[in-house]
C-alpha cells in the first residue's frame, strides 16, 4: 500500500513507545497562550555528558561562546585511529538540532547520538551548536546564535585536538527546526566574508518550512506520528514576532516576502523528504525553489520514514542516510 493511502508507517514497538511519550510530554508542556513548563519537560529530555574519552571512538567537548545567552556548543571529534584521519584534514560540519524551535537541545541524547554517529561516520568534527529557545526568545534570536556560532568558529584555533581540520571545508547541517535555522545563517554566511571558514555545503535534514495556505501532505498526513498539524502551528505561533503569519520570510522562505538568493553565494545543497512527514510538500518547494534560483541541489527522499527518523539508529533509514550525507561530503571536498 502506498503512502498516499496511509497516514503512518509500521514502527517498532520501542520507536513506537519513545514517539508516544515525548509527544505526550511535549503537549502536556505546551501552554495554550503560547509558553511551555520547562521544569516538566526536563523530565522527557535525558541529557548525555561530554566525554573526552573516546565513547564509540568519538571524543567530545563543551564550549562556551556566550554564556549571557547560555550559547555553546559541543564538539565531536573522532579517534585518529587510520592512516587517513592521521594525514588528511577532516571537514567542519556545524550542526541544529531540531525541536520546533521550543525543545530539546545540543546535549539532549537524542542528538548527541546521532552526532556522535556522524562524526564517527563521515568522518568529519561535527560542532552542535546550542541556541537559545522559543518562546522565551522569539526569531531571529536562534538565527543570531547559529551566526555568532560561524563567528566563533572562523577564529578558533583547533590545534589542540588530535584530529586535523579544514575549516574551507565547512558545512552547515539542521534538522526540521534546525533546518530551517541552518538554511537562514547559511543566507548570512553567504554575505558575509570570513577569515578562515567556508560554507561549501548545506544539508537540510526535513527542514522546517511553511506558509498560510494548506498543503495536501499537511492535510493527508496530519495524524502521523512525529509531527501534527496542530503542533506545527503552535510551534510557528510561539517562534514568530508577535502579528507574524506564516507567511513571514522566515517560514516561508520561498514566498511572497522571502528573500531573492538568485545573486547569492549559496552552497550546494543537499535536501532530505520523508514520505510520512506532514512538511515533505513544504521540502519539496524548497528543493525546486534552490533549483530556479540555479544553486545546486539534491534530493534524498525515504517513502516510508515520519518527521525525526534520522534520530532512530533501530530505523534502516537513519544508517541510509548518514552514508548519503557521507557521499554528498566527500562529493563537495573533492571538487572544493
Given at each position: 500500500m502506498s503512502s498516499k493511502l496511509k497516514s503512518s508507517p509500521r514502527l517498532p514497538l520501542k520507536t513506537r513507545l519513545i514517539l508516544a511519550t515525548f509527544s505526550l510530554a511535549?503537549?502536556?508542556?505546551?501552554?495554550?497562550?503560547?509558553?511551555?513548563?520547562?521544569?516538566?519537560?526536563?523530565?522527557?529530555?535525558?541529557?548525555?555528558?561530554?566525554?573526552?574519552?573516546?565513547?564509540?571512538?568519538?571524543?567530545?567537548?563543551?564550549?562556551?561562546?556566550?554564556?549571557?545567552h547560555n550559547l555553546w556548543f559541543r564538539l565531536?571529534?573522532?579517534?585518529?585511529?587510520?592512516?587517513?584521519?592521521?594525514?588528511?584534514?577532516?571537514?567542519?560540519?556545524?550542526?541544529?538540532?531540531?525541536?520546533g524551535f521550543c525543545f530539546l537541545a545540543a546535549d539532549?541524547?537524542?542528538?548527541?547520538?546521532?552526532?556522535?554517529?556522524?562524526?564517527?561516520?563521515?568522518?568529519?568534527?561535527?560542532?552542535?551548536?546550542?541556541?537559545?529557545?522559543?518562546?522565551?526568545?522569539?526569531?531571529?534570536?536562534?538565527?543570531?546564535?547559529?551566526?555568532?556560532?560561524?563567528?566563533?568558529?572562523?577564529?578558533?584555533?583547533?590545534?589542540?585536538?588530535s584530529t586535523k581540520v579544514d575549516l574551507e571545508w565547512c558545512f552547515i547541517a539542521g534538522d526540521s527546526a534546525g533546518g530551517n535555522v541552518a538554511h537562514h545563517v547559511t543566507v548570512k554566511a553567504g554575505e558575509y566574508e570570513f577569515s578562515n571558514l567556508d560554507v561549501i555545503g548545506l544539508i537540510a535534514i526535513q527542514p522546517f518550512f511553511g506558509g498560510e495556505e494548506r498543503t495536501e501532505s499537511e492535510m493527508r498526513l496530519t495524524g502521523s506520528p512525529g509531527l501534527s498539524l496542530d503542533r506545527a502551528d503552535w510551534y510557528w505561533k510561539a517562534f514568530l514576532p508577535e502579528e507574524a503569519d506564516r507567511n513571514h520570510p522566515a517560514v516561508n522562505v520561498f514566498g511572497p516576502n522571502g528573500a531573492d538568493i538568485s545573486e547569492l553565494h549559496f552552497p550546494a545543497t543537499l535536501v532530505c523528504v520523508g514520505g510520512f512527514?506532514?512538511?515533505?510538500?513544504?521540502?519539496?518547494?524548497?528543493?525546486?525553489?534552490?533549483?530556479?534560483?540555479?544553486?545546486?541541489?539534491?534530493?534524498?527522499?525515504?517513502?516510508?520514514?515520519?518527521?525525526?527518523?534520522?534520530?532512530m539508529s533501530e530505523l534502516p533509514e537513519s544508517s541510509l542516510l548518514i552514508s548519503e550525507i557521507r557521499t554528498f561530503i566527500r562529493k563537495q571536498t573533492a571538487s572544493s
Open positions: 511535549t503537549s502536556t508542556a505546551r501552554r495554550s497562550n503560547y509558553t511551555i513548563n520547562r521544569n516538566f519537560i526536563k523530565l522527557f529530555d535525558p541529557k548525555a555528558p561530554s566525554s573526552a574519552k573516546p565513547i564509540n571512538d568519538v571524543s567530545s567537548f563543551d564550549i562556551t561562546i556566550d554564556p549571557n565531536y571529534v573522532p579517534a585518529t585511529n587510520s592512516s587517513r584521519s592521521t594525514i588528511y584534514s577532516l571537514p567542519v560540519v556545524v550542526y541544529f538540532h531540531g525541536g539532549s541524547k537524542q542528538f548527541d547520538q546521532f552526532c556522535r554517529r556522524l562524526a564517527k561516520e563521515i568522518p568529519a568534527v561535527v560542532i552542535s551548536v546550542n541556541y537559545r529557545l522559543a518562546p522565551e526568545y522569539k526569531c531571529p534570536s536562534q538565527y543570531d546564535d547559529g551566526f555568532d556560532a560561524l563567528k566563533f568558529i572562523d577564529c578558533m584555533n583547533f590545534e589542540n585536538f512527514d506532514i512538511l515533505q510538500d513544504w521540502q519539496m518547494k524548497y528543493y525546486e525553489w534552490l533549483k530556479k534560483c540555479g544553486k545546486e541541489v539534491y534530493l534524498v527522499e525515504y517513502p516510508n520514514v515520519i518527521h525525526g527518523f534520522y534520530c
